[in-house]
């Protein structure tokens, strides 16, 4: 079955950086969309990143545009959010998700396929 295992979420303080990875299995990665969302206690889930089947595509919800930078290794079947310059705002439980679109979605209900998720904390 298809699974989606995110990892590299922690504690950081403000301004400090952290890389999340997300490890696909079970499914064609190549022929998949992938994108990251993010869920803060009482908010809706809210796009991140994406990026298209070969990466020439990566739109970036304003909020991390300039800061946060997603790519991916179609070879070990992972997908990377490398965000740099934390901010307390960006604490939130955040998810990869896969879509067999052409174009990264921004929207959630296009992916297929969750992970479980990980937790940043950002401290002030």
């Known amino acids: 079955q298809v699974q989606l295992v995110e990892s590299g979420g922690g504690l950081v303080q403000a301004g400090g950086s952290l890389r999340l990875s997300c490890a696909a299995s079970g499914l064609t990665f190549s022929s998949y969309t992938m994108g990251w969302f993010r869920q803060a206690p009482g908010k809706e889930r809210e796009f991140v990143a994406g990026i298209s089947r070969g990466g020439g595509n990566t739109p970036y919800s304003d909020s991390v545009k300039g800061r946060f930078s997603i790519s991916r290794d179609n070879a070990k079947n992972t997908v990377y959010l490398q965000m740099n310059s934390l901010k307390p705002e960006d604490t939130a439980v955040y998810y990869c998700?896969?879509?067999?679109?052409?174009?990264?979605?921004?929207?959630?209900?296009?992916?297929?396929?969750w992970g479980q998720g990980t937790q940043v904390t950002v401290s002030s």
């Open positions: 998700a896969a879509a067999p679109q052409v174009l990264p979605p921004v929207v959630g209900g296009r992916y297929n396929y």
